[in-house]
């Protein structure tokens, strides 16, 4: 079965707000992640939640999507980041009550960082300097609706082969620092 994004979740934008030293939420930004849509580092507060704002506090269960730029992606706010506003960079997707039998938010956010879903995404992107995805696109992308279990066994999968590539990464560092080494000491004999 497929649906409508739009069908789903419903689409907000992000905003702007200005940041304080000690603020009461994260200000989250998409320089914030990393490749694999974790927090870097630790983040501070660093609004103040004021005027109309309290509105825009994200919700378990939102998906962050960055909607400008070349580096499209997709995230699960997890509650654990602390209260947090998203800003004007990302689109957020809140689902539908009526879908949260139907779309697990982790399944969302794999399926827009799909490779095929972020190419038929960036065909569609508007602008030349700083490109960017409508949410008029995003609503009218067709998702695939596996059962619960399968998008549950699909995030299993994939949070292995991340944690792969990391290790693979870490090995690959490791190996050039060894390799380094013995080619110094060569030198230094």
């Given at each position: 079965?497929?649906?409508?994004?739009?069908?789903?979740?419903?689409?907000?934008?992000?905003?702007?707000?200005?940041?304080?030293?000690?603020?009461?939420?994260?200000?989250?930004?998409?320089?914030?992640?990393?490749?694999?849509?974790?927090?870097?580092?630790?983040?501070?507060?660093?609004?103040?939640?004021e005027?109309?704002?309290?509105?825009?506090?994200?919700?378990?269960?939102?998906?962050?999507?960055?909607?400008?730029?070349?580096?499209?992606?997709?995230?699960?706010?997890?509650?654990?980041?602390?209260?947090?506003?998203?800003?004007?960079?990302?689109?957020?997707?809140?689902?539908?009550?009526?879908?949260?039998?139907?779309?697990?938010?982790?399944?969302?956010?794999?399926?827009?960082?799909?490779?095929?879903?972020?190419?038929?995404?960036?065909?569609?992107?508007?602008?030349?300097?700083i490109?960017?995805?409508?949410?008029?696109?995003?609503?009218?992308?067709?998702?695939?609706?596996?059962?619960?279990?399968?998008?549950?066994?699909?995030?299993?999968?994939?949070?292995l082969?991340?944690?792969?590539?990391?290790?693979?990464?870490?090995l690959?560092?490791l190996?050039?620092?060894?390799?380094?080494?013995?080619?110094?000491?060569?030198?230094?004999?």
């Amino acid at each position: 079965m497929k649906m409508l994004l739009k069908e789903l979740v419903a689409i907000q934008t992000g905003v702007y707000a200005k940041t304080v030293p000690n603020g009461e939420a994260t200000y989250l930004q998409a320089s914030m992640f990393d490749a694999f849509g974790k927090l870097q580092g630790s983040i501070v507060p660093n609004v103040v939640i004021e005027g109309g704002l309290s509105r825009h506090l994200l919700s378990e269960s939102d998906v962050l999507f960055v909607a400008k730029g070349a580096n499209n992606f997709a995230v699960e706010y997890d509650s654990a980041m602390g209260q947090a506003i998203a800003s004007s960079i990302f689109l957020i997707l809140k689902p539908m009550k009526k879908s949260v039998q139907q779309v697990l938010p982790a399944y969302l956010a794999w399926y827009l960082n799909h490779p095929v879903t972020q190419a038929q995404l960036k065909h569609q992107a508007r602008g030349s300097s700083i490109p960017s995805i409508s949410k008029k696109t995003l609503e009218e992308l067709e998702v695939p609706l596996p059962s619960l279990e399968r998008q549950q066994q699909v995030l299993r999968i994939q949070q292995l082969r991340n944690r792969e590539k990391q290790i693979m990464q870490l090995l690959e560092v490791l190996r050039e620092q060894q390799i380094q080494s013995q080619l110094l000491l060569a030198v230094q004999q």
